[in-house]
Nanobody, 126 residues
Framework: QVQLVESGGGLVQAAGPLRLSCAASGRSFSNYAMSWFRQAPGKEREFVAAISWSGGSTSYGDSVKGRFNISRDNAKNTVYWQMNSLKPEDTAVYCC???????????????????WGQGAQVTVSS
């Protein structure tokens, strides 16, 4: 069992930065690929980024490429989500998720992730 807790959400002005963290507890964090998904009001959940257990492989959704960055610190059992140049359309609940996966590949589908956090609200004002 893995428990995931997101933090760092809030209200930010457009073009500003914000960093989310996802702290994991339970089984060995370094055995898990980690991802971020988001869900905006009235929309389906969307994949935004993933990182392999070692950090050696990452993948991003088209809507965030070049603006956002995923990273992890296995010593701290934490994955980070650095968001830059935020836009109002980035407003969403951001959830982190974990997939037991010791390969250096990552998935982009919800069903590939076994554990989910509760989510952190990010609101971008124009």
């Amino acid at each position: 069992q893995v428990q995931l807790v997101e933090s760092g959400g809030g209200l930010v002005q457009a073009a500003g930065p914000l960093r989310l963290s996802c702290a994991a507890s339970g089984r060995s964090f370094s055995n898990y690929a980690m991802s971020w998904f988001r869900q905006a009001p009235g929309k389906e959940r969307e994949f935004v980024a993933a990182i392999s257990w070692s950090g050696g492989s990452t993948s991003y959704g088209d809507s965030v490429k070049g603006r956002f960055n995923i990273s992890r610190d296995n010593a701290k059992n934490t994955v980070y989500w650095q968001m830059n140049s935020l836009k109002p359309e980035d407003t969403a609940v951001y959830c982190c998720a974990a997939d037991y996966n010791t390969l250096n590949i990552v998935g982009k589908r919800e069903y590939q992730y076994e554990y989910w956090g509760q989510g952190a609200q990010v609101t971008v004002s124009s």
